[in-house]
């Protein structure tokens, strides 16, 4: 029996999300899913799902959200606070990176992010939506996924699966609000502040076509995430970048994480939802460990970059993967999932 939750108060923009479409580029058709894909993994695993689970990315401002029946439920991401209120119980401050027994007919109530952008929430057994295309993740550009093809509106009726009755059982069980099981959490890395951010990349196809100057500038300087900036892409504001000479090129593969530079000189840096294809020249790639980090950017946040080695960007995928592992068994330990 699938379960609901009715969303009395819709956040800026959360949409349902998984992993994305990644068999489908070939048709035209984006990646999409979540764009910090290890804060969702993370959420997922701390709930007992799989990776490819959907969870809500919630992006700058929460909902408000009303559970029908019991739940157990993981919040991971940017900052932000989250409260459930329950008929004849105190409020509870439930805190990101752990696994919370939602009883049925609570309320939570998510705030607005005070540090990074998108914030996840899993729900054991899943969000139930439509799988489209292999995916269950919301692609609005083109009303495709998710929840009726958009982000989440007041009045909205969401599903999930059913939990693992032992499961419910063991968080239920729990008691995490005692003293001496109240305070452990996981978390994989602190969402980004306003500056000193750091995102590591590996030179693109057209890096070395850039001058000397603009070569130094791009590794020696700031960037700011602008305003029109979404879930394809960042526009950067920064020290213009220039070729060295005319560079004209056809439409050529690209990715979330590829930096593009149109002729105004301003990066571009791709995200989940960019098409499969781009005609800009590419002059570098952020590295497949640090893409959560750039999903938590948002407008008005500054960073710089740093280039890497190949054998660098491998060495740092396989020691995030090492600490989520790490953290879900430490999870395990304390919440019995």
């Known amino acids: 029996m699938n379960r609901q939750v009715r969303v009395l108060r819709a956040g800026l923009m959360t949409t349902v999300q998984d992993l994305g479409r990644p068999a489908t580029r070939h048709w035209g058709v984006p990646v999409g899913g979540a764009m910090d894909q290890l804060s969702h993994r993370l959420a997922n695993r701390l709930v007992g799902n799989s990776d490819t689970a959907a969870t809500l990315e919630m992006t700058l401002t929460g909902d408000v959200l009303q559970w029908e029946q019991d739940a157990v439920i993981a919040i991971t991401g940017a900052s932000l606070r989250a ?196 005609g800009y020249p590419r002059v570098g790639h952020i590295i497949s460990a640090d893409l959560p980090l750039a999903a938590q950017l948002k407008p008005g946040d500054r960073f710089s970059l740093c280039e890497v080695s190949l054998l660098e960007a491998q060495e740092a995928l396989r020691l995030q993967e090492q600490q989520l592992a790490a953290a879900v068994h430490l999870a395990r330990l304390n919440s019995g999932v």
């Open 83 to 278: 409260v459930m209120e329950s008929d004849n119980r105190p409020e509870k401050l439930l805190m990101p990176g752990r696994p919370w027994f939602v009883p049925a007919g609570s309320r939570i109530q998510f705030g607005t992010v005070q540090r990074g952008c998108r914030s996840y929430l899993a729900v054991s057994g899943g969000w139930d939506v439509p799988i489209v295309l292999g995916s269950r993740s919301t692609l609005q550009r083109s009303q495709l996924g998710g929840h009726c093809g958009r982000a989440l509106r007041a009045g909205d009726i969401l599903t999930y699966a059913d939990a693992p009755e032992s499961l419910t059982s063991r968080i239920s069980a729990s008691r995490p609000d005692t003293a001496e099981n109240s305070n452990w959490y996981v978390q994989l890395f602190h969402p980004p502040a306003a500056t000193g951010t750091v995102l590591r990349f590996l030179p693109g196809t057209h890096f070395p076509r850039l001058t000397n100057e603009s070569q130094d500038v791009m590794q020696q300087s700031e960037f700011a995430v602008r305003m029109e900036s979404d879930r394809m892409g960042y526009r950067l504001q920064g020290l213009p970048l220039r070729f060295s000479e005319s560079l004209q090129i056809r439409s050529e593969a690209v990715i979330p994480g590829t930096l593009q530079l149109p002729p105004d000189g301003q990066l571009l840096l791709l995200m989940a939802d960019c098409a499969p294809t781009g």
